[in-house]
């Protein structure tokens, strides 16, 4: 068994563990970025793990083959029929499986569907038990995030020369986009920002067709995907060599508050806390 399939059946385990002790019969996982956490495929599905058993993911006939190629861990591949739904699925899992059967992410019109088939007693709440496993990461998620990181960081150096009199901010976006695919990015975290003059003040100002002039504040924010893991940064530039003191002093207030908040991040801390400093 090579390191990877380790990390994958391991994931499992764990989560079976708590499955146990939480007394649950099972967990159906819905969340595409759970199924991708317990089997290394990323697309849509239903991922049954029980507490006796062997985990089985269900998918649609469009994501059979993708999910064949990439399930990690050994667990078994079902192919659905393209009408069902997730009453269709559940209904078939055996009575011991649905005795107390937990789930992770579910609209309002399938919860009423599955309440209705299993009885509200049956089916419990159960995202919290997953995000206490996921909580700490492993070492293969935190070389994922160090890599988004590192691209993203790369691609603000970029941003960074680009920043000058005479150019668009949808130019700025357009660069640093093809510049994190040539990275290694599965692509952009969120829709990059390059906010410029009166738009910087804007916290979520997508770039348009305003042309960056000198004396402009710019704002970037940009972030990449590295096999399923996001990375955020923004940073603040202001166009030209001397900046007013205005511009000065809100920039220092913010790196100071920065400061303090890097100094009170411990294990443990809520962010809640940080904020309120």
């Not at 029980?50 to 990690?72: M, S």
Request: with cysteine.
């Amino acid at each position: 068994m090579d390191e990877m399939s380790g990390v994958w059946k391991n994931r499992i385990s764990r989560l079976m563990d708590l499955i146990q002790e939480n007394e649950l019969s099972a967990i159906l996982i819905r969340s595409e970025a759970n199924i991708f956490y317990f089997t290394g495929y990323r697309g849509p599905g239903y991922l049954l793990v029980p507490l006796n058993g062997e985990p089985k993911l269900y998918v649609y006939p469009l994501d059979f083959e993708a999910a064949k190629t990439y399930v990690r861990g050994g667990i078994e591949v079902e192919e659905l029929s393209m009408t069902a739904r997730v009453e269709n699925v559940v209904e078939g899992f055996p009575d011991e499986v649905k005795s107390r059967l937990g789930f992770d992410s579910l609209n309002a019109e399938d919860y009423l569907r599955l309440s209705a088939l299993l009885s509200h007693e049956s089916l419990k709440p159960a995202s919290e038990i997953i995000w206490k496993l996921r909580m700490i990461k492993d070492r293969s998620e935190i070389e994922n995030i160090e890599r988004a990181c590192d691209i993203a960081s790369k691609a603000m150096d970029l941003a960074s020369e680009m920043l000058e009199d005479g150019v668009m901010e949808s130019e700025v976006k357009a660069e640093v986009l093809e510049e994190m695919f040539k990275l290694g990015a599965d692509g952009a975290a969120f829709d990059i920002i390059v906010a410029s003059g009166s738009r910087s003040s804007m916290p979520h100002g997508a770039p348009g067709s305003r042309v960056m002039r000198e004396g402009d504040v710019v704002v970037v924010d940009l972030g990449a995907i590295f096999e399923g893991y996001c990375s955020d940064m923004t940073r603040t530039f202001y166009i030209g060599e001397n900046p007013p003191e205005e511009v000065v002093k809100i920039y220092e207030m913010v790196l100071e508050a920065k400061r303090l908040a890097e100094e009170s991040v411990k294990p443990w801390t809520l962010s809640s806390a940080l904020y309120d400093k």
